[in-house]
């Protein structure tokens, strides 16, 4: 039952009953003054083209109160080196607001204002959350710098803090932990493998749950993909396994920024050895890939692509698990694509899958894959039409000789001897490697003169004989070595 | 080219144990084992290697249980486990076929390594992490009742749910509505003269 004296200290707030008229009237009156008042700073400041979210740097707004902020180092310094946690907050926003300037955030002054043991302090401050907000702001925006920043904020013992915070019950200071940590893992293969040393792990995949904002999860998925990046060395394979089934369910949702860093994470897992591929593609992950491959999404399609082109860098099993996900129904399309990098790494991909046993390159003819190739070998930006040069030599070492026929007959020939004028020699080197295995599937046949003659109308025999002038070695012995194996038959004029 | 054998399984790369017996099995000089039992249940851990002697194909194999210095060269015929032949020879071949790994070169397509948070982060409401301090005024135009709020320590008021608010800070949301709480009623005496003012 409350007291008398509360129920009188709450009519008291009502608006009109329990007040004598003469305090009614005062409130009216002083009501007044304050809108006057508030109108007139209102169009003062317009004039003066002042708003209090603007920094002027060196000069302070009015004498600080509770109600203005300082943006000059010295009184942050000062704040922040208070004792009263409300200076302490004022302190930390200040600093936080121009560390997230757009142009020029002065990280350096900071940092060399010996700052960051006291924002790394206020990190543990369950009690303060404002306070632990602002210093996890700046000290993300700090470690966002370059390797020597990002190592001033390790070195004062952020990480921990940061791991610790994860688990915070406010969901926008979990978050800001999670941004900070990401930017120490991305600073190299050193700080990932520290953070997961302390066992960040298990810390960030326990903040994955159905009721995840979307907003956090892309964060989230950033910094996991953080903590598979980087080689020399790879992430240690623990960690990989730990994260990989999060991963898989990240690949799931439809939300484009997790679908593009989640692809990301899975592209760097995939770039090395064949151990690596393997632990990848045992989750079973390939047909979700070949599937975001054809993502309306630029930023999902390009990580997508990559990570299908690093498992068909692998073993003629993981090539074929590709393959048995529908890749080559969608790589056409890829070859064809407005973006150059698209079409250059779709080349690069095709390359690899002709590289595979003769089973494999059948199904590329089967696919219609030559058509695409030979449109890339011809209209290509060169980039992609030097992976597609590699696409053709591969294609005719692994292919049977009704194999290479065929891409003789689509095309290919003729367009990688018009590729003979390029200065690149290692271009030219992988054409003539192609040129001598048609050959020999030619012997096979019989039919070594009608190809030496087929080049020859394709003007080919000219550029080969040019060649042996060329100034790297190999290509003129390379080139020597045709001339004179296949086209040295008296028949045939020597221009 | 013409070496590959189709593995009999596909999907994972695992290695299989594979059983070999042989009473034929060639004893060399510096391998420890016993000589009592005649026909001895070896198992293959992975085949290495593989070389041609006098026309016959033989593999290098590492045996389970056994260290590396126990490895043996072993005729093909010998052998019961074609399943890792095929691994090795599918390795050997793809490393030979000329299968090129990514180049690393991603003409800056690639994911951000680190990242700055920018004031424009579009923090809004409760989100931005500050106390509140008093609600100045409400509104439903959105088609939901959202009250503006006055921050602690911040000069930018914003919106925030109704709903939101009257959990994350009841007293706050109370107050907003006792200093506007009129009462409409009959008029009485004092009343009256209350609204001539």
């Known amino acids: 039952m409350p007291t008398k004296n509360v129920v009188d200290e709450r009519i008291a707030k009502f608006k009109n009953k329990g007040k004598d008229l003469a305090k009614l009237r005062e409130k009216r009156i002083s009501a007044c003054v304050q809108l006057r008042k508030a109108q007139k700073n209102e169009s003062f400041l317009k004039r003066r083209n002042i708003t209090l979210s603007s920094f002027p740097d060196e000069e302070a707004l009015s004498p600080e109160n509770k109600d203005t902020v300082s943006f000059r180092i010295e009184d942050i310094i000062k704040n922040v080196n208070s004792d009263d946690r409300e200076a302490q907050t004022r302190g930390s926003q200040a600093a936080r607001k121009l560390l997230s300037k757009s142009h020029d955030p002065p990280i350096k002054e900071i940092i060399d204002a010996g700052l960051l043991s006291r924002f790394v302090s206020f990190l543990s401050m369950d009690n303060e959350p404002t306070l632990q907000f602002e210093a996890a702001w700046a000290l993300t925006n700090i470690a966002s710098g370059t390797s020597w920043h990002t190592q001033q904020v390790v070195e004062h013992g952020a990480v921990t803090a940061f791991i610790n915070l994860l688990a915070s019950p406010m969901l926008h200071i979990s978050e800001q932990a999670v941004w900070a940590l990401g930017n120490i893992a991305g600073d190299g293969a050193a700080y990932r493998d520290v953070l997961i040393e302390c066992n960040v792990i298990p810390a960030l995949l326990a903040r994955i749950s159905p009721d995840t904002p979307v907003g956090y999860l892309r964060n989230l998925t950033w910094t996991l993909s953080n903590l598979c990046r980087n080689k020399n060395p790879c992430p240690p394979l623990s960690a990989v396994q730990q994260m990989l089934p999060s991963l898989i369910q990240l690949l799931h949702l439809g939300d484009k920024d997790i679908l593009s860093d989640a692809c990301w994470a899975i592209s760097y897992l995939s770039d090395g050895s064949n151990d690596r591929i393997d632990v990848v593609v045992r989750t079973g992950i390939v047909p979700r890939l070949v599937e975001l491959m054809n993502n309306k999404e630029l930023c999902v399609m390009t990580p997508a692509l990559r990570s299908i082109g690093n498992i068909v860098s692998g073993s003629d099993l993981h090539t074929q698990m590709a393959i048995d996900a529908g890749v080559l129904d969608v790589l056409p399309k890829l070859l064809r694509h407005p973006k150059p990098t698209m079409q250059k790494e779709a080349a690069w991909a095709l390359s690899n899958i002709a590289a595979g046993p003769c089973k494999q390159i059948q199904q590329l003819i089967t696919c219609s894959l030559l058509p695409p190739l030979v449109e890339v070998l011809r209209n290509g930006d060169f980039k992609t039409q030097k992976e597609a040069v590699w696409a053709v030599t591969n294609f005719t070492s692994g292919g049977t000789v009704e194999q290479v026929v065929h891409l003789v007959q689509s095309g290919a020939l003729e367009a990688i001897i018009n590729l003979l004028l390029v200065k690149d020699a290692k271009v030219i080197l992988v054409i003539l490697e192609a040129v001598n295995n048609m050959f020999m599937a030619a012997e096979k046949l019989g039919e070594t003169e009608k190809l030496s003659l087929l080049i020859e109308e394709l003007g080919g025999l000219e550029r080969i004989e040019m060649l042996q002038n060329h100034s790297n070695e190999m290509v003129y012995q390379a080139a020597h070595n045709l001339i004179e194996k296949y086209f040295s038959d008296g028949d045939l004029e020597e221009v | ?197």
Request: net charge negative; glycine share 6%; charged share 40%.
């Open chain 2, 1 to 197: 080219m013409s070496q590959t054998t189709e593995p009999s399984n596909d999907g994972a790369a695992v290695t299989e144990e594979a059983k070999i017996m042989t009473a034929e099995k060639e004893k060399k000089a510096d391998e420890v084992v016993e000589e009592e039992e005649e026909e001895e249940e070896y198992v293959v851990e992975k085949v290495l290697n593989r070389r041609v002697v006098k026309g016959r194909v033989e593999y290098l194999l590492k045996w389970k249980g056994f260290s590396n210095e126990d490895n043996t060269w072993e005729p093909e015929d010998n052998l019961d486990c074609p399943d890792l032949i095929a691994e090795y020879l599918q390795k050997q071949k793809s490393a030979h076929e000329g299968k090129r790994k990514a180049a690393g070169d991603t003409d800056g397509d690639e994911s951000k390594s680190k990242k700055k948070k920018d004031d424009n982060e579009k923090l809004r409401g409760f989100a931005r992490g500050l106390e509140p301090e008093r609600i100045i005024g409400a509104t439903d135009s959105t088609g939901e009742l959202m009250f503006l709020m006055k921050w602690k320590h911040s000069d930018e008021a914003d919106l925030v749910p109704a709903k939101e608010a009257n959990v994350k800070c009841p007293q706050v949301v109370i107050s907003f509505y006792e200093e506007r709480l009129t009462w409409h009623s009959y008029p009485s005496e004092d009343e009256k003269k209350d609204d001539k003012h």
